[in-house]
Nanobody, 125 residues
Framework: QVQLAESGGGSVQAGESLRLSCVAS????????ITWFRQAPGKERVFVAS??????YYADSVKGRFNISREDGRNTVYLQLNALKPDDAADYYC????????????????????WGQGTQVTVSS
């Protein structure tokens, strides 16, 4: 069973940066897809970014500002958040499944068997 733990959230001003980490316990194969989702209060959980099969995918709302990367030797995936906006405020979750997905299918929450508990990002204007 894979367990995921997010960290790195916090409270920042608009325009600032944060780096979120998602550490996996248990054996994560390089084939695993790792994806970040976020959920703002009262809204559904939505796709942010994914690393899958050597490819990276981003939601249009974060493209050019966020960067996802993985360090397999540390079982860790990072999400660098730059130029943060108040609309980016949310709880951020990482999730994984053993397989690859496409730019479209990675957005489907139903693919993911394992989820972390989330880390909160607050952005003030």
């Amino acid at each position: 069973q894979v367990q995921l733990a997010e960290s790195g959230g916090g409270s920042v001003q608009a325009g600032e940066s944060l780096r979120l980490s998602c550490v996996a316990s248990g054996r994560i194969f390089s084939r695993n897809t790792i994806t970040w989702f976020r959920q703002a209060p009262g809204k559904e959980r939505v796709f942010v970014a994914s690393v899958s099969g050597g490819h990276t995918y981003y939601a249009d709302s974060v493209k050019g500002r966020f960067n996802i990367s993985r360090e397999d030797g540390r079982n860790t995936v990072y999400l660098q958040l730059n130029a943060l906006k108040p609309d980016d405020a949310a709880d951020y979750y990482c999730a994984t499944f053993n397989g690859v997905c496409t730019a479209t299918s990675c957005r489907d929450r139903r693919l993911y068997r394992n989820w972390g508990q989330g880390t909160q990002v607050t952005v003030s204007s």
